[in-house]
């Protein structure tokens, strides 16, 4: 079932500091961005009308621009105030929201010294998924053919769109095989993370995840090892192997999109979605509540 396409709605786009009627917000066929990957972007969600880890993800945007050599010319607060501001003008409660910034139109060739950067923020709504039981039979994961590159190789901890192509390419072959998603494993051949998610295990009580040094150390990530610890587990950021994989009792993926997700299985091996993932599904879901209104 295909959703409206996204050239298709209608709202308002934040475009390079104004807001533009959503079907204006385009860009050129000679653009770097397109023909270059030179892009970075962000995965936000908000829930109650408020950005959760919207500082963070803010930084996190700059810094992907940063390694890809290119400055976004606004700042943080003025980033902010842009995703704030989208929110309130399409009126959402509960969104996803998607800044990107890219190379223009200016330079068209590998060097691209003088090209304008430009921002976007674009919203939509995205209701937060409300069936705990159905979300807790777990999803069923592939094993990708491509790795994550070599922190040498390319630039792994941005979020930059070029570094999207081998998930794109991993997501549709899994889905093909009927999976859910794909496990990635890094160049080293460690278990890396997923196409848009990281990847957790849990064995005798006690959380492994892998050492986030070839990938994106996800917000969700760092937020559900800081509520892991609240809650007295113990957690080992260590490099895993996939021969582990059937040492494992229970499995989740975490992210903006996948919040906690757990996992039934990888490629062959099962996982029983247990009382650990259970209770980090519901200690990020209760944590991702506008504080405005937990506290009233
Ligand atoms: C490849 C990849 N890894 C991990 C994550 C999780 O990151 P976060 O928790 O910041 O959304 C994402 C989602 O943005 C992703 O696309």
């Known amino acids: ?16 500091g104004a807001f533009v009627p959503w079907s204006d917000a385009k860009v050129h066929v000679l653009t770097h961005g397109l023909h270059y990957g030179s892009c970075v972007f962000e995965g936000e969600r908000a829930y109650g009308g408020e950005i959760f880890k919207l500082d963070e993800h803010t930084a996190r945007l700059k810094e ?37 910034a890219w190379r223009g139109s200016d330079m068209m060739g590998v060097s691209a010294q003088n090209n304008q950067i430009h921002l976007a923020v674009a919203a939509w709504e995205w209701p937060s998924y409300f069936d705990p039981a159905q979300r807790l039979k777990g999803i069923r994961i592939g094993m990708a053919k ?90 080992q950021e260590r490099a895993i192997m996939p021969e582990e994989l059937p040492s494992f009792d229970e499995c989740f993926i975490t992210g903006t999109a996948a919040e906690v997700t757990p996992v039934s299985e990888i490629a062959g091996q099962h996982f029983q979605p247990g009382p650990v993932t259970k209770t980090l599904f519901e200690d990020y879901m209760a944590e991702v509540q506008p504080k405005k209104a937990a506290a009233a």
């Open 1 to 16: 079932m295909a959703s409206e396409p996204f050239d298709k709605r209608s709202g308002w786009i934040w475009y390079d």
């Open 146 to 235: 491509y790795r994550r590159p070599d922190p040498a190789t390319a630039p792994s901890t941005s979020k930059a769109a070029g570094l999207y192509m081998i998930c794109t390419i991993s997501k549709h072959a899994a889905e093909r095989e009927g999976y859910a998603d794909a496990l990635m494993l890094d160049w080293r051949g460690r278990v890396a993370e997923c196409t848009g998610a990281n990847i957790f295990f849990v064995k005798d009580g006690v959380i492994h995840t892998p050492d986030a040094d070839a990938f994106l150390n996800g917000i969700t990530r760092q937020t559900v090892i800081q509520l892991a610890k609240r809650r007295g587990y113990e957690v």
């Open 64 to 100: 992907s621009a940063r390694l890809l050599d290119f400055e976004i010319p606004f700042s943080e607060d003025e980033i902010n105030a842009a995703c704030r501001e989208v929110l309130v003008r399409q009126k959402f409660k509960d969104a996803y929201l998607r800044p990107v």
